[in-house]
Structures are given as C-alpha cells and as structure tokens.
C-alpha cells in the first residue's frame, strides 16, 4: 500500500537499508544545469551582439533561430520554446541552488561576519555568486517570460523599442550585470569543484582559471554593454517610427514605396510595413 | 657592536572567559617588543609571561606538529608556532578558532570537535577481522601509493580548514575538509576494505561532501598545506559516480 511509504518517509526514515542517493544527484544536476546555463549565455551574447555588426546581421540571426533560412518561413514559435525550455532550466537551477543560500538570518550574518574578517577572495565571491543569482529570480524571469510570450518580436527595431520605449533598459542593465558575474563566478568555481583542469599543478592552475574568468567577464560586460547602448540608441532614433518591423536593406529596394513584406510568418498573412509605423 | 632596533608590536586580543557569566568579549591589546625569529607562540609565550598571567591559549609541541595552537590571527585561521611575528604588521589581532567549544580567551576544544567527526566517519583502517594475523608478514605497498597515502595523511587536526570555511560556520553538522581528506585517505588505503558504497553512507549527504560548496578557505589557510581541493573533488567524483552505478 501506497500509505506504507507516505508513513515511512514522513517519520524522516526510508524502507531500505542504504542512504539515498538524491544529494548526489542533486549536486550533480546542479553543477550541471549550470554549466549549460553558462555557456547558453555566452552562445546568447554572441547573437545578441551581433546588433554591433549593424541592424541586417540582427536581422538575419534573428531569422535564422527562426526557422527562415532552413523553411523560408517564420516560425518565430521556435525561439518561444527555447525561451522556455531555458526558464525551465533556470527555474530547475534556481531550486537547486537555492539549498545552498543562508537560510536564516543567524546564518546570514555569521557568514557576512566570517567573510568580513576572512577578507578570502573565494568566500566573497560566492556571496557575490548568492546576491546575483537571488536578483536572477526575478531579472530572468521577466526577460525570458517577455521573449516567450511576445513570438518574433526580435529585430533591431523590435528589440530596440523594447529596450528603450518600453522601459526595459534599466531591467537589461541589471540582467547584464547580474549574469555575467554569476554565470563567470559559477563557471570558475565548477572548474575548482570537479578539478576539471588541475593538471599536475592545482593551484598554479585555479591562479590561471581566476585570472581567465576576470577576463572573460571583462569581455562580456563590455560587449553587453555596447550591446545595449546601441539597442539604446536605436531605440531613440527609431522613436518617430515606433511598432515598425526592421526590412533589411536588401528587402526594401525590392519593395515598391519602401513598405512592404519582410521576411513572412508562417500561416499568416504577410504584414506590410508602413512608413511612419503603427503609432 | 650594532644595535639592532626592534619594532613595537601591538597585539590585540579576544578576551572571553565563558565560565564567567560577568564576562564580556572584549580586545586587549598588548604592547610588545619584537624579537629576531620571534614566532607568535612566542609572543603569546612574554606576554603571559610578563604582561599578563591570567591570558589562556593552547600549545604544546611549538613545532607544526600537534596542532594545537591554531587560532584567528588577523581573522584568518593560522598556527601561531609558524606564524613569524615579522611577516605580521605592527598590529594585528588574534581571536579563537570559531566553530570549537569556546574554553576561553584563544583556548578551544578541538579535541572534542575531531572525536565527533572520527566517530562519525569511522576514520580508521578498517580490515577484514578474520584476516589479521600478527605473525604474518605486511603486504609490501608500492612506494609511490605510500607516499600519496602519507601526502594526504600529514593533517594534524588543527580545526584551521573548519574554522575557515563558510559552510562549516553556516552549518555545524558539516563534516568540514578534515573528515573529506581523511575520507580521500582511507579511500586509496588498499589496506582498508570499505567500499564506495561504505563511503557513501559516511559523507554522501549535504552534511558530507555533497554540502562544500568550494569556498576554498580550507585548502588556502591550511598550514600543512594540504591539496585540499583536489582531494575533496576526488571524493565528490567518486561520490557523485554512487547516484548512477
């Protein structure tokens, strides 16, 4: 009977003589989740700046996890599913990583007063890895639910106007800040906790991996910053044609009065896209 | 002959007497004439010596070997028998290891804290009963297995790895880097019969090795400077490899 093992487990004992083996799991699927996070959010930057590269390389990069270069038509339904199958891998490592937090204040406060007085670079750094990933709750949420539910939104102007009339900047900026120190914090403290790169000298070799993991949150923090300045700039530019689709140069010398269609979405009929815009 | 001028040190000390219920924690500071190879154990050595009696702190074999004379000097867990007065600036202070039985002033009870985790995670050499025989000659062990075993084996218990880790001081059932060297330790002992699956029911929980979170602070502030991290990310691996076999 199902009510044997509901008794057994809520009198905090198991019906078996070994202890589980969930807590390795766990810390193998939190490491994990991770890793995957981190590295998506490097492959995302990568797109996303690719605005740095000029309106026409957004558009195509945005086309292109579209759908529109492997079926000649939108499917901006793709990037709504990969937003979130990435919520749900955030919400997963959220959970998981949430057991490591303080808990409760007395914990809370012997930690901030160990890591005062133990001024030990590593110990800071992981309370730095507990304040951004708690911002990351909510920063991350809001974007990816934004992505999710707004399909084929993305486009110079799109994302633009989303940036900057819609008042998302200041969201972005935090985002920006918050993931690039979590996500390089995580990334060297992973390489520490599985010794991935120890090679015959450990510590000549987590010297290196610190070093490597400042600069490549150097780099990405100034990429995202770039990034969203022109998004920034864009956006105030673009103001006087706010809700217009971006046409990519190519398209709109095809296009009889510069209006017309861009590149088409599945099962709809194509929009033209109007000087002056939808305001 | 040249005078040689020594500089005035200026120790701060954590007085706390738990006993007392009148007492308050408080600093002391000390002042204090350095002298050539002074270490702080020597320090602590004059100023009980001559400033003051009545200041307790433990120590016995002045050497990196006992490990009984670990404490926070400058907020950093440290022995003070290694711990060279001139590579401290003219002040600094020094508290009692966190974590440990406060006994009082820098004294703490290690001892009590390292029988636990022994107890707890059986930290002996456990061989098949039947097969010890006295008369019987040792297995020969390889030379190269005997020095990795002894590397890792050089750990003296002096509580600096637990008071420096953030984890042990959130959490007080954490096992702390001492009791996962020692697991690494009896782990490639081939003397020692336990299996991973044993191992696993010693340190396979967030209590165990599944709750470091890699702050590092014990592989950085341990004086024997033991490869810390390398040993618990061997036990994790292994213990991790337990969720899927």
């Known amino acids: 009977m199902n009510r044997t093992l509901e008794v057994i487990a809520g009198s905090d004992l198991v019906e078996r003589p070994r202890r589980s083996r969930w807590p390795a799991r766990l810390d193998y699927l939190q490491s994990a989740s991770g890793l995957v996070l981190a590295l998506f959010m490097w492959a995302h930057m990568g797109f996303v700046s690719s605005i740095l590269f000029g309106k026409n390389a957004l558009w195509v990069v945005a086309r292109t996890f579209e759908g529109y270069y492997f079926f000649g038509h939108r499917y901006p339904v793709i990037v709504s599913i990969a937003a979130a199958v990435v919520l749900a891998l955030v919400i997963g490592h959220a959970a998981l990583a949430v057991r490591k937090f303080p808990i409760n204040y007395r914990q809370f406060r012997t930690f901030r007063g160990h890591m005062a007085m133990m001024r030990h670079g590593d110990t800071s750094l992981w309370f730095a890895q507990v304040v951004t990933g708690f911002a990351l709750f909510f920063l991350a949420s809001v974007h990816l639910y934004i992505i999710m539910s707004n399909p084929g939104k993305i486009g110079p102007y799109e994302s633009s106007f989303r940036v900057w009339d819609q008042h998302l900047w200041p969201l972005y900026l935090l985002l920006l800040l918050a993931v690039e120190f979590h996500g390089g914090i995580g990334l060297y403290r992973l390489s520490v906790k599985w010794n991935w790169f120890g090679g015959s000298n450990p510590d000549e070799a987590r010297h290196g991996l610190k070093v490597l993991k400042w600069a490549i949150t150097v780099f990405f923090l100034a990429i995202g910053l770039a990034t969203l300045a022109t998004f920034i700039k864009i956006g105030i530019t673009a103001h006087p044609i706010y809700g217009e689709r971006y046409v990519p140069t190519w398209q709109q010398d095809a296009l009889p009065g510069h209006g017309g269609q861009a590149a088409p979405v599945a099962g709809q009929p194509a929009t033209t896209s109007q000087a002056g815009g939808a305001q | 002959m040249n005078e040689v001028k020594h500089r005035k040190l200026k120790i701060s000390v954590l007085r706390y007497n738990p006993q007392d219920p009148e007492s308050v924690p408080h600093m002391q500071t000390y002042e204090l004439e350095e002298a050539d190879g002074m270490?702080?154990?020597?320090?602590?050595?004059?100023?009980?010596?001559?400033?003051?009696?009545?200041?307790?702190?433990?120590?016995?074999?002045?050497?990196?070997?006992?490990?009984?004379?670990?404490?926070?000097?400058?907020?950093?867990?440290?022995?003070?028998?290694?711990?060279?007065?001139?590579?401290?600036?003219?002040?600094?202070?020094?508290?009692?290891?966190?974590?440990?039985?406060?006994?009082?002033?820098?004294?703490?009870?290690?001892g009590k804290w390292m029988r636990g985790m022994s107890e707890r995670l059986e930290t002996w050499v456990h061989a098949k009963e039947q097969e010890i025989d006295l008369r019987r000659i040792e297995e020969p062990m390889d030379p190269e297995l005997a020095e990795k075993l002894y590397e890792v084996d050089r750990c003296i218990e002096c509580g600096c790895c637990v008071a420096g880790c953030g984890t042990a001081r959130m959490r007080e059932d954490f096992v702390g880097a001492v009791g996962l060297n020692k697991i690494a330790r009896f782990k490639i002992d081939p003397r020692d019969t336990r299996s991973d699956d044993d191992f696993y029911e010693l340190v396979g929980d967030d209590d165990g090795v599944f709750g470091c979170m890699s702050l590092l602070g014990c592989h950085d502030v341990c004086p024997k400077q033991l490869p810390l991290q390398t040993q618990i990310a061997y036990v994790r691996r292994k213990m991790v490899a337990m969720a899927f076999s």
């Open chain 2, 39 to 110: 270490t702080l154990f020597i320090a602590l050595n004059e100023i009980r010596e001559k400033l003051d009696p009545s200041l307790q702190f433990d120590y016995v074999c002045r050497a990196g070997i006992c490990g009984s004379c670990a404490m926070l000097v400058n907020g950093r867990p440290a022995l003070t028998c290694r711990q060279l007065t001139k590579d401290l600036g003219d002040e600094f202070t020094l508290a009692p290891l966190p974590v440990f039985e406060l006994i009082g002033d820098l004294s703490v009870n290690t």
